[in-house]
């Protein structure tokens, strides 16, 4: 790593990782997961990567060739900052080492206002058109109205006309609508849902800015869709936070977490998120530093701690100075469960054929026809709850989901972590069937069911003796469960074997307590699935009744009487 740009960027993600830069757990997770990958060992399936130095630096030696176009340093050559240097340098340097392609498809950047996203958007615009080196490349910033989607394409165009070395090498020329390249016969353009002009789009490069305020999911996926004809196109999201939490960019925003919080995998998807810690003081100038990257540079310090002062003395202010300078997103609900914890809980050498004739609880939740259903059994050795889930999909619904961020169910339903059901809705005869052979492999005490979906698979069971038992989904009957459930994973006396689909599930989880400390499982988006945590505790509601030798942790501090 002999390049500057490439020390600047490892020195970086080293010193975020140290302590040694204010940095929230999200921005420290990107910089720990670049580390981590620059330690894998080139396979041929498992690991077609390599990082290829050159490939990280040109694209920050492009952009220090172009010129600034607005304040103090309006006309000046660019001086990329490390954290940028960090940024573009992952996100083009890994390439698939046998045909060279870009490894990332698509980039996520959350960042506070005025830490020089226009700098970043533009300059990598004017790259993927020309010094990418792309034939007849189709470059475009996108947004829902025309005037937001100039903003990048705007700055663009100004910081070619300001870098006439630029335009001279590449034989550019700036029109009102567009900006061509002549020496790789590319284009850039501005498009909008208000223009109608997405149709028919075949994207190498797609800027979308401030996703946040889409109203509707539209554009995203129409950009999407237009990048897949290209063999490296790239998306580019940068935007800041905001309070819609049912769209799209929080959608995105969620799904990079996970990610991020090792959760699942997505080899073609890179994003780091420039925000605060829970529970951190929003007021002190360690908050700032640590959500502000440019903190010092664009971000003026005294910009900032004026804004701290009157956000202060308006409580009225408060959330809008955290959602735009602290990237918080405003919530109704917190994420439950400490994933970090959960994953201490693995306990991979699980084998469900070791507990053949063993004691069981099953908890089944019948969600949707349509969707997941999730059936957990629950078994209870060696001082430890061991778990084991199997989950049913209809076929059609993997097909459905290919292209929403539920795409990874394809994945899972090849890696046999899915049970497919023919056709469109769940075959509850298979389901039936499936928990009557599991009766007779396990000693099953209960079979936990809410009577909302099942009832009618609860009479064919129960008339062939298999012990159901009703749990409705109340607060009553989920909250010392789910407390005892947190406590086990805290005391790591949970073992769920690295259960991916499980652990979705769990960090999808969003809890609210009411005033009298009870706590129920939510989820704040359909597509946050949490039927298998559903059937989890329903399963563990009746281990709490029917296991005499179990003592809630509860009860031991003397809070709660089981």
């Not at 020195?11 to 580390?35: L, N």
């Not at 900052?81 to 990332?104: I, M």
């Not at 790591?492 to 307590?513: C, F, Q, R, T």
């Not at 809630?552 to 089981?562: A, D, E, F, H, M």
């Amino acid at each position: 790593m002999s390049h500057g740009h490439i020390k600047a960027a490892h020195q970086y993600a080293e010193d975020v990782i140290a302590g040694e830069i204010p940095a929230s757990k999200w921005t420290r997770y990107a910089c720990q997961r670049q580390i981590d990958d620059l330690k894998k060992k080139y396979h041929p399936d498992k690991w077609p990567y390599v990082f290829n130095p050159e490939r990280g630096a040109k694209v920050c030696r492009f952009i220090e060739n172009l010129r600034h176009i607005k304040g103090e340093w309006t006309g000046q050559k660019i001086r990329l900052e490390p954290w940028q240097c960090f940024y573009l340098t992952t996100l083009f340097g890994w390439v698939h080492r046998d045909t060279g392609f870009r490894r990332y498809r698509t980039s996520y950047l959350e960042v506070p206002r005025k830490n020089a996203k226009s700098t970043i958007s533009s300059g990598v615009m004017l790259y993927m058109a020309s010094g990418d080196r792309e034939g007849g490349a189709e470059c475009y910033s996108a947004a829902t109205s025309k005037d937001q989607a100039r903003i990048v394409f705007d700055a663009a165009c100004k910081m070619a006309n300001k870098s006439p070395d630029f335009k001279k090498r590449f034989d550019v020329r700036v029109q009102a609508h567009n900006i061509q390249v002549k020496e790789t016969d590319s284009v850039c353009k501005a498009v909008s849902a208000e223009a109608g002009n997405l149709d028919g789009l075949n994207v190498h490069f797609a800027s979308i800015d401030e996703l946040h305020a889409h109203k509707s999911r539209a554009v995203y996926d129409v950009i999407e869709t237009g990048a897949g004809a290209r063999a490296q196109s790239l998306i580019s999201v940068i935007t800041t936070a905001g309070t819609d939490i049912t769209g799209i960019c929080h959608e995105l925003h969620e799904y990079l977490q996970k990610i991020l919080d090792r959760v699942f995998e997505d080899d073609s998807f890179f994003g780091i998120i420039y925000t605060i810690d829970d529970g951190a003081d929003w007021t002190s100038e360690a908050a700032l530093r640590m959500a502000n990257p440019n903190y010092g540079v664009s971000v003026k310090a005294e910009y900032l701690l004026n804004l701290v002062n009157k956000a202060k003395r308006s409580p009225a202010s408060q959330s809008n100075f955290k959602t735009k300078h602290l990237d918080v997103w405003e919530r109704s609900n917190s994420s439950w469960m400490d994933m970090a914890k959960w994953r201490d809980c693995g306990g991979t050498a699980l084998k469900i054929e070791n507990f053949l004739g063993k004691k069981c609880w099953i908890g089944l939740d019948l969600a949707s026809k349509l969707d997941v259903t999730a059936l957990l059994l629950l078994f209870h050795e060696n001082g430890k709850w061991q778990v084991f889930g199997k989950y049913y999909l209809p076929e059609d619904t993997v097909e459905e989901k290919q292209h929403t961020t539920l795409s990874f169910y394809k994945a899972w339903a090849l890696e046999g972590r899915f049970i497919l059901t023919p056709g469109n809705i769940i075959d509850l005869d298979y389901i039936e069937a499936d928990i009557e052979k599991l009766c007779d492999q396990f000693d099953v005490q209960d079979v936990a069911y809410d009577p909302w979906q099942a009832t009618q698979l609860a009479v064919h069971l129960q008339a062939k003796r298999v012990p159901m038992v009703e749990v409705r989904a109340i607060v009553s009957n989920f909250s010392e469960p789910m407390k005892q459930l947190e406590a086990l994973v805290h005391s790591k006396e949970l073992e769920h074997g690295d259960d991916p689909v499980l652990a979705w599930m769990i960090s999808n989880v969003v809890a609210h307590y009411d005033r009298k400390d009870n706590i129920y499982p939510n989820k704040e988006k359909p597509d946050n699935k949490i039927d298998g945590v559903i059937a989890l505790i329903m399963a563990l509601s009746r281990a709490i009744l029917g296991n005499q030798k179990f003592v809630s942790v509860y009860s031991t501090r003397g809070i709660v009487t089981l």
